[in-house]
């Protein structure tokens, strides 16, 4: 199966910075989406992302706040701007692979003070 | 399009004892169907899917689900549980095929008695 190389791990951050997050596959993939698991709760789809168009976001994300950029079939970026309490959270890149199913990176878990 | 619902927040049982976790999926096209655990403060390891071929999965550590389409149920068991099973489960739904998002449910806590 693949594997997701992700960072950082974890970041403390302070409120109206912003972070990014990094997610490096080994084999090329057409679609890599984004979760965010609250402190506690289920993951909830951000949005999937398509190399070469703009990314497609769930109700409830925009992409001022979670702009994700794709530039090859083997790497995605999430930040997460103008950080809140609220956006204290786990997030989570994860790819498909025909044949094997899907695959988690090991998350970013993200604190904001 | 699709969703999971799963029974229970919190299920208990002693060591020893069948675990049984409840999965209920709503579908528009034949599901494919996915069981998660997650250990306190890591990531997500799979413990079993169903992509359409035989009903019965059989998955690690000794977990199994089954798939019913009368029932739209995906429910997981395991006949022995160990200390070492005491985790977040997570029920997941995709509409087949590796380029579609898959959708989680609530999960349910496992709490194993000794």
Redesign the interface.
Known sequence: SAVISQKPSRDICQRGTSLTIQCQVDSQVTMMFWYRQQPGQSLTLIATANQGSEATYESGFVIDKFPISRPNLTFSTLTVSNLSPEDSSIYLCSVGIQGYGYTFGSGTRLTVV | AQSVTQLGSHVSVSEGALVLLRCNYSSSVPP?L?WYVQYPNQ??Q?LL?Y?SAATLVKGINGFEAEFKKSETSFHLTKPSAHMSDAAEY?CAV?DG???????????TRLTVKP
């Open positions: 494919y996915f990531g997500l799979l899917k992509t997570f995709s095929g590796n380029n579609n998002d898959m959708r989680f449910g609530a999960g």
